[in-house]
Structure formats: C-alpha cells, structure tokens
Nanobody
Framework: QVQLAESGGGLVQAGGSLRLSCAAS????????MGWYRETEGKQRELVAR???????TYADAVQGRFTISRDNAKITVSLQMNNLKPEDTGVYYC?????????WGQGTQVTVSS
C-alpha cells in the first residue's frame, strides 16, 4: 500500500501563488507516474498536471504556463507550483501516484482563489 499526504492548500487572492506538495509513504518502490487532479464546482475530477518518472510533463490547457509540476524521486514527493491563480482554479486538489498499474490518491487539499 502507498499512503499519500498532501499539504499547501489555502486561500489566496487572484493573481497570487500557492505551492502544493505530496509525500508518499509505505511501499514506495516502483512508483511511476505522479500527478495532480482537481474537482472544481460543477465538474468531475480532472487532470491538472502529471509527470513521468523520467520527468516528462503534461498540463491541462487551463493551467499551461501558470502551473509547474515537479518531483523528487529520492524523497518520493511531487509538487505543484501554482502562479497567477484565478477564481476558476478554486477546488479540491488531489495528488495521485501510480505503482505497478494501481492508482493511489491523497485525501485532497482545498484551494480557494478569491476575486
């Protein structure tokens, strides 16, 4: 089993920045893809950004150029730097890691962007 612990959510004004972090514990060997997803009002959970073990990244169009995902393979962590936040970025953000074909999710952290 893999346990994920997220941190870094909060309340910020539009145009501001937040950094989310997610740390894995438990059976952390062979973790491959890591990513961040979010649930915003009226929408199903959607991909925000993901990063492969070698470091290839993918971003949702809505966050391209504003968010940056990074990972530390030694510490088994993934981070999401969010700049120029917009009110529509408000939601619950979830960390996901994949190990041996199985997905593991964090508990979610609230991000609220005020206008």
């Amino acid at each position: 089993q893999v346990q994920l612990a997220e941190s870094g959510g909060g309340l910020v004004q539009a145009g501001g920045s937040l950094r989310l972090s997610c740390a894995a514990s438990g059976l952390t060997s062979s973790i491959s893809d890591m990513g961040w997803y979010r649930e915003t009002e009226g929408k199903q959970r959607e991909l925000v950004a993901r990063i492969s073990r070698p470091g290839a990244t993918t971003y949702a169009d809505a966050v391209q150029g504003r968010f940056t995902i990074s990972r530390d393979n030694a510490k088994i962590t993934v981070s999401l730097q969010m700049n120029n936040l917009k009110p529509e970025d408000t939601g619950v953000y979830y960390c996901k890691m994949q190990r041996n074909g199985r997905d593991y999710w964090g508990q979610g952290t609230q991000v609220t962007v005020s206008s």
